[in-house]
């Protein structure tokens, strides 16, 4: 199946990327079993699937850095505190090619962990040629893997898990560029069955690329925040090369998650921000959208009052 995705606004076509040579593909529909891993406590078991051939990663150096690089990540991962409620963070950077993605995602991981207690409780998946031997790839087995080496160290009645994905998206889905060759498309229905398999409920769910609106149906509910950069329609803008930010996630993260500040908020007041800015650009708008499930909210409503300082 050939995907032909226009990011004209975000400044790259994945056309262009199926030009070039780099093969774009949909992953097909895959199954809840082969997302998961089996059960294990520790970092080492927990990154041992990756010793497999990774069909996503387009040269054997990259593959074999991925174990040792899980292992570290996982076993950096603070343990669950009883009768507290701990937010695990997973973020992606998905498109290697620029650098705003890795910007956007170490940017947003220090408003965040100004905004809600995510401090040593933090994943990175980066496709960018600069951190290939420090950070574990962007890929559908290492995002797998990331939820659940988080599902079996958290509390999941408890505690709750913030996924965060910046790239460029299309209506599939979110694009997964790769250093090294190839890309892959990240689909709403793989997020939403890796984490249901894990038994993740409570979930903040952030999807800052074009299109970001098609993840919003499968994954609300009202154990879940959903909060994208443009509807299931519209494109989003702001990926040109030299900014550190996206529209989106400049509106959502820099302009407006202050300590103290919830997401409802913060997302209304970057909406007014996105659309003062699009008008002044004169591009069609793009919509963000945002989905408050009401037992999340209330969950999370005393950590971001906890945060808001004297």
Known sequence: MRWSFSFAARGVALVSVIGAGAMLFAVPNVDAPTLIWLPSAHAKDLARPARERDPEIATARLQDLQPALLQAAFSRLAPQRKGTTDIYTVAVAGWSAQDVFIKEVDGAL???????????????LINNSGTVRTAPLATHRNLAAALH??????????????????????????????????????????????????????????????????????????????????????????????????????????????????????????????????????????????????ALVGKLDPLFKSMAGP
């Open 110 to 124: 220090a408003v965040l962990e100004r905004s809600l207690p995510i401090k040593d409780r933090t994943l990175r």
């Open 149 to 294: 080496a988080v599902g079996q160290t958290m509390d999941k009645n408890e505690d709750i898990l913030l996924l965060f994905m910046t790239s460029h998206g299309g209506m599939g889905g979110l694009g997964l560029q790769f250093p090294g060759g190839g890309g892959a498309v990240l689909r709403a229905h793989e997020v939403k069955a890796t984490l249901d398999s894990e038994g993740i409920r409570n979930r903040v769910v952030i999807v800052s690329a074009c299109y970001g609106g098609v993840f919003v149906p499968p994954l609300a509910s009202d154990d879940s925040i959903v909060l994208t950069a443009a509807d299931a329609l519209s494109t989003s803008f702001g990926c040109a090369p030299g900014r550190d930010w996206t529209y989106f996630g400049d509106a959502l993260f820099k302009q407006s998650l202050q300590p103290g500040t919830d997401f409802r908020h913060a997302f209304d007041h970057a909406r007014i921000l996105i659309d003062a800015w699009e008008k002044l650009d004169r591009v069609p708008p793009s919509n963000p959208q945002g989905h408050f499930g009401p």
